[in-house]
């Protein structure tokens, strides 16, 4: 079945950095989309960054543009979000996520607190 399990979660002080993975199984990783999400709380769930299957192409909210950037490794069947100049308004929950036969499928999350 498939799962995603992330990990790279942590405090981290305004300006920091952290480099967040997400380990996939029980699909052909390297044939779908990847997306990293958070959840902030008290806000709905939004869309923080996408991959395409390849790696070739990649889209950011604009909130996050120019600070964090995704990644794939297909031979780890691994995606990353590597995240520059925190700041507080990064505080969330962060979820690796797939669209796998029309389904949404989601790690456990990872937890990131930006704070000083």
């Known amino acids: 079945q498939v799962q995603l399990v992330e990990s790279g979660g942590g405090l981290v002080q305004p300006g920091g950095s952290l480099r967040l993975s997400c380990a996939a199984s029980?699909?052909?990783?390297?044939?779908?989309?990847m997306r990293w999400y958070r959840q902030a709380p008290g806000k709905e769930r939004e869309l923080v960054a996408g991959?395409?299957?390849?790696?070739?192409?990649?889209n950011y909210a604009d909130s996050v543009k120019g600070r964090f950037t995704i990644s794939r490794d297909n031979a780890k069947n691994t995606v990353y979000l590597q995240m520059n100049s925190l700041k507080p308004e990064d505080t969330a929950v962060y979820y690796c996520n797939v669209v796998f036969y029309a389904k949404n499928y989601w790690g456990q999350g990872t937890q990131v607190t930006v704070s000083s």
């Open positions: 991959i395409t299957n390849g790696g070739g192409s990649t």
């Open positions: 029980g699909f052909t990783f390297s044939s779908y989309a």
